[in-house]
T-cell receptor, first 115, second 116 residues
């Protein structure tokens, strides 16, 4: 029962162009969403997050958009750089109760940015 | 000055052995977690502790026992290792924000466990 899905296993983009990574979720109790970036042989690194009370959050080249009605979020990277090549994980959590602090992850999308 | 550290980084052992993985965070966070990344690359939570108290315990075999001697450490002990335990184990920590379920988690580098 995959509650967070990243349907594109991989994405290839030219340097300088926009990278758009997508994520869908099914659990309507999720109200906090995060993107992590992971290089091989390292742990996931936090990138950006968004609360369900917002529909957009921006941090430098990274913007996350949340569409609650569609249960969909996306991460935009503009402009893309070769150093952005990594696996990107979408994660979600819900408020309180037994879900306290529990992150549910998608399966990841491999982003390759070509020079 | 690593924020979340794990030891060892690699662990190769025989089936049936008992092993421990250690995790330490120097971020002053209140909550620590263990995740398992399996061969299909899914990251799944196993346990979390808040101020040395167990708060999340997913459906994990009782051969896995977390231990938190203080809020900066969360160790994972595994008894009677099985082939299926081979995976990458990540430790993470998060601060208390007062907004339940909205804490950003910071991950360690992972421990690659191979059971032969």
């Amino acid at each position: 029962d995959q509650q967070v899905k990243q349907n594109s296993p991989s994405l290839s983009v030219q340097e300088g162009r926009i990278s758009i990574l997508n994520c869908d979720y099914t659990n309507s109790m999720f109200d906090y969403f995060l993107w992590y970036k992971k290089y091989p042989a390292e742990g996931p690194t936090f990138l950006i997050s968004i609360s369900s009370i917002k529909d957009k959050n921006e941090d430098g080249r990274f913007t996350v958009f949340l569409n609650k009605s569609a249960k969909h979020l996306s991460l935009h990277i503009v402009p893309s750089q070769p150093g952005d090549s990594a696996v990107y994980f979408c994660a979600a959590s819900g408020a309180g109760g037994t879900s306290y602090g529990k992150l549910t992850f998608g399966q990841g999308t491999i982003l390759t940015v070509h020079p | 000055d690593t924020a979340v550290s794990q030891t060892p980084k690699y662990l190769v052992t025989q089936m049936g052995n008992d092993k421990s993985i250690k995790c330490e965070q120097n971020l002053g966070h209140d909550t620590m977690y263990w995740y398992k990344q399996d061969s299909k690359k899914f990251l799944k939570i196993m346990f979390s502790y808040n101020n040395k108290e167990l708060i999340i315990n997913e459906t994990v075999p009782n051969r896995f026992s977390p231990k938190s001697p203080d809020k900066a450490h969360l160790n994972l002990h595994i008894n009677s290792l099985e082939l299926g335990d081979s995976a990458v184990y990540f430790c993470a920590s998060s601060p208390a924000t007062g907004l339940a379920g909205q804490e950003t988690q910071y991950f360690g580098p992972g421990t690659r466990l191979l059971v032969l």
